[in-house]
Nanobody, 123 residues
């Protein structure tokens, strides 16, 4: 059973920082990712990590500002978000799957999802 629990969302002003966490109950999901969805928009892959190799992908829209990482001892994934912009406002979701099917994370490739955590950035 894969159970994902996100935490760390909140409201910040533009230029601020937040760190999201995703605790995973399972140890057999080698691919974990962060997605976000703003009202009226499709779910967008923000970043993903291969948990055994540490290989990462970060979307161009957040590159240089967001960093994905994991702590295998805690079985937890993180998304450090710096220099936040109003356009980063969205519900952020953690996702997991047995393997990464492709370099760029797509929502359809992940079976397991957390409940989401809201990030709101004001100008």
């Amino acid at each position: 059973q894969v159970h994902l629990v996100e935490s760390g969302g909140g409201s910040v002003q533009a230029g601020g920082s937040l760190r999201l966490s995703c605790a995973n109950s399972a140890y057999n999901t080698l691919c974990m990712g962060w997605f976000r969805q703003a009202p009226g928009k499709e779910r967008e892959g923000v970043a993903r990590i291969v948990t055994d190799t540490g290989s990462t992908y970060v979307a161009d829209s957040v590159k240089g500002r967001f960093t994905i990482s994991r702590d295998n001892a805690k079985n937890t994934m993180y998304l450090q978000m710096n220099n936040l912009k109003p356009e980063d406002t969205a519900m952020y979701y953690c996702a997991a799957e047995a393997i990464c099917f492709q370099a760029v994370p797509k929502a359809a490739d992940f079976r397991y999802w957390g409940q989401g955590t809201q990030v709101t950035v004001s100008s």
